[in-house]
């Protein structure tokens, strides 16, 4: 009991705050791999459930879709008529990057269905419905 | 005293932390609490999946795939196959069946207004339990893809 205390009195110095240093990085190295880093969310969004297998693609455009029916496209609020064009422009750059469409569950089919035709229009061929896994509820 | 007198010694050095610090750890920890932080809440665990909803190739939009496609009707009152309504698991079966002809054959969902997505996506997955490969959303007021 005396020895312990005398040991943790002389390591007063950086030496107390190694353990600590441990597991900070140990947290930080938790986060970094199990995370996946997100842009910017303009409204929230909660996805429809779907038993649905498919994972959802990195690195494509992602087209948000607010319940209210107002629309954002990689998180900067578009309007539908000027959307098209956007998307296209994203398109030409790299025809065969997929879009994300992340709608919310409550919000109305039809709605997704129109924004769904304005980026066929823009020349989208791979679009993908962003879904939730429903065990993740 | 004899270790004040060699003060390489192992005894001496913990004595005296601040010889020994060349690069004090206190900023390094300040740096990996900010990005602990910064991992902390940019990231996100939700684990989200997708519906793969492509469209045809162009110039395939009034081609033979098309031609008798499967066509479902989503309403508020429930769902509408081949002018009836019918339950899910009945759907699945007619699917099914029609689909063991053609396995290739489009399955075109189409949602009436004020149908929430979640109920449409709900139908979307039925038609992918029943083996439906190639599925589409599809506007009542424009039959187009």
Do not use: C, W
């Amino acid at each position: 009991m005396r020895f312990s205390r005398q040991h943790r009195a002389r390591n007063n110095g950086d030496e107390s705050i190694l353990p600590l240093t441990n597991v900070v990085f140990l947290l930080l190295i938790f986060f970094m791999l199990a995370g996946q880093i997100t842009g910017p969310q303009p409204f929230e969004i909660d996805p429809p459930r779907s038993q649905s297998e498919a994972k959802a693609d990195g690195g494509a455009i992602e087209v948000q879709l607010a319940p209210n029916g107002a629309l954002a496209l990689d998180g900067e609020p578009i309007e539908i008529d000027a959307l098209t064009d956007a998307v296209r422009t994203r398109l030409d750059a790299d025809n065969d990057r997929p879009i994300r469409l992340k709608a919310d569950g409550a919000g109305d089919a039809t709605r997704v269905v129109t924004v769904m035709q304005a980026l066929r229009d823009a020349g989208a061929t791979k679009l993908r419905l962003i879904t939730l896994a429903t065990d993740s509820e | 005293m004899s270790t004040a007198a060699t003060p390489r010694s192992f005894k001496d050095r913990i004595g005296t932390p601040r010889r020994r610090a060349l690069v004090s750890l206190t900023p390094l920890i300040d740096v990996v609490f900010i990005l602990l932080l910064f991992f902390m809440l940019a990231s996100s665990f939700t684990n989200l999946h997708s519906i793969v909803l492509d469209a045809p190739a162009q110039g395939q939009q009034s081609s033979p795939a098309l031609q008798g496609a499967l066509l479902v009707d989503v309403r508020l009152d429930g769902v509408r196959f081949a002018g009836q309504y019918v339950g899910l698991e009945e759907l699945t079966q007619r699917v099914k069946i029609a689909l063991a002809d053609d396995p290739e054959r489009r399955v075109l969902v189409r949602p009436a207004a004020r149908v929430s997505l979640q109920d449409t996506v709900r139908i979307l997955d039925a038609m992918s339990a029943a083996g439906v490969t190639r599925l589409s959303l599809m506007d009542g007021s424009a039959p187009r893809f």
